[in-house]
């Protein structure tokens, strides 16, 4: 007897008696099936539906563990900003008419609203602002910016402004001598620390012939760099007393700046926080002003992890088209293994371990490539920009200026299980196929 099963029936430790049986996935299970994934020559065709198999669920597993690093990268890093840079929640006045008759917003009893919200459980800091929108300019270049009176000891606690010491340039603890505005600001207006530039508002001075452009100029003594493109680009902070002359609010604030311990507990205590101030406060969270954009990331997540899905069920379909041509190219063999006394389990469970290697393999290959990937994708990406002259990445799009990538255990496992899942299952019905084979049939023309 020649070939495999005329190796096999050599060693006695194949030959069974009726009525024996052994124990499942036994040593000589494996070795068969290791010889069977050890396809001759002339069986080529099987070798090579075993290596597109394995190169297929490699490159689907790392594709769905590079995509969900990214997203899960990219959630992470927007969410970081916003909570690292805003108001987790911002306390409003309603309207109500002023004593001159006009309709007016802002709260005169600022430091008393502060200390009540500081009452709050999870309150970490209330911070009173003054805010408004001006023009900047300097040197013939102007820009439109979004100014934020605050006091220096809360602005020293806002961790993406004030806590970045190698992504900032000038001397915080000066802010009360001047101007601090982001990167974004300070590259479009050509400007550098030591600077000064001028601050043009429409709603200035009021006089007998109307209210005349208020221009004023302020010392750049600070650059930061919050990590977001919008808002580098927009955002400047000036002392909340300057603030308030600047902006005609003298006595008042716009609004309350409010931070906590745990953001994500916002919707919880934001009637709390309405509360503690009365019946005219109104509270905006940062969940409501960017709760579109993660619903969408969430959606997103949800569309690529079932596409990504389709790629790795089509990559271990192919285990499928493998299996089939083994199970014929080897009928002859599982007739005679038949013959000899091995059971249509073990038979079955031969075969399902010719497909489950494959898928084992493929996973944990693309397990490290894909984890590999993700840990260096600042490589990737400047070899990327390398080849494309730059450009490949475009943060006013974006709005954070890199591609992110966070390896998460989750996603990964999400990966391995879904991959070995499908190997295992498709796997079972050729080896079903294989174990069901009449072995008279199988060699009645042997």
């Known amino acids: 007897m020649q070939g495999t ?49 394995l190169i297929g669920i490699t490159l689907a597993v790392a594709a769905l563990i590079i995509t969900l690093s990214v997203r899960t990268g990219f959630r992470t890093e927007f969410v970081d900003t916003i909570l690292g840079a805003n108001a987790h929640a911002t306390v409003y006045s309603s309207v109500y008419v002023d004593e001159n008759g006009g309709t007016n917003r802002s709260i005169a009893d ?19 602002l003054v805010r408004g929108q001006v023009m900047a300019s300097y040197s013939g270049s102007n820009a439109g910016i979004e100014v934020y009176g605050i006091a220096q000891n809360d602005l020293m606690t806002i961790p993406r402004v004030a806590q970045r010491p190698d992504e900032s340039w000038g001397d915080v603890a000066r802010f009360n001598e001047g101007i601090a505005i982001g990167s974004g600001v300070a590259r479009e207006l050509g400007v550098v620390v030591g600077d000064s530039i001028k601050l043009i508002s429409p709603d200035g001075a009021k006089t007998a012939f109307g209210t005349s452009p208020r221009v004023s100029a302020f010392e750049v003594v600070y650059i930061f760099t919050a990590g977001r493109y919008d808002i580098d680009k927009t955002r400047a902070y000036l002392p909340f007393s300057e603030a308030q002359r600047y902006f005609n609010s003298e006595g008042a604030a716009d609004e309350i700046e409010v931070m906590l311990a745990h953001p994500d507990t916002v919707d919880e205590i934001s009637y709390e926080l309405m509360q503690a101030v009365g019946d005219t406060g109104l509270v905006w969270t940062w969940k409501q002003s960017a709760g579109s954009f993660l619903s969408a990331l969430d959606m997103e997540d949800n569309v690529m992890f079932v596409i990504l899905s389709v790629l790795v069920l089509i990559a271990a379909m192919n285990i499928v088209s493998g299996l089939i041509m083994l199970v014929k190219n080897k009928g002859r063999d599982i007739g005679i293994l038949r013959t000899i006394g091995l059971t249509e389990g073990s038979v079955l469970r031969v075969f399902f371990i010719c497909g489950a290697v494959t898928g084992v393999l493929g996973t944990a290959l693309g397990v ?79």
């Open 110 to 128: 600022y430091d008393g609203w502060a200390e009540k919200l500081l009452t709050v459980p999870d309150v970490v800091r209330a911070a009173p």
């Open 368 to 446: 490290m490539i894909g984890s590999l990937f993700a840990l260096n994708i600042d490589s990737v990406m400047a070899f990327v920009n390398y080849l494309n002259g730059g450009g490949a990445w475009d943060p006013s799009v974006r709005g954070i200026y890199a591609l992110p990538a966070e390896l998460r255990f989750i996603d990964v496992f999400k990966a391995v299980s879904l991959s070995l899942g499908l190997s295992f299952v498709v796997t079972i019905f050729p080896a079903r196929r294989a174990a069901r084979m009449n072995p008279v049939e199988a060699l009645r023309y042997e």
């Open 5 to 53: 099963v005329g190796q096999l029936i050599l060693e006695p430790v194949f030959v069974m008696t009726e009525g024996q049986s052994t124990k499942p996935f036994s040593r000589f299970e494996w070795m068969i099936a290791w010889r069977y994934l050890r396809a001759r020559r002339e069986e080529g065709g099987v070798s090579v539906m075993t290596w597109i198999s």
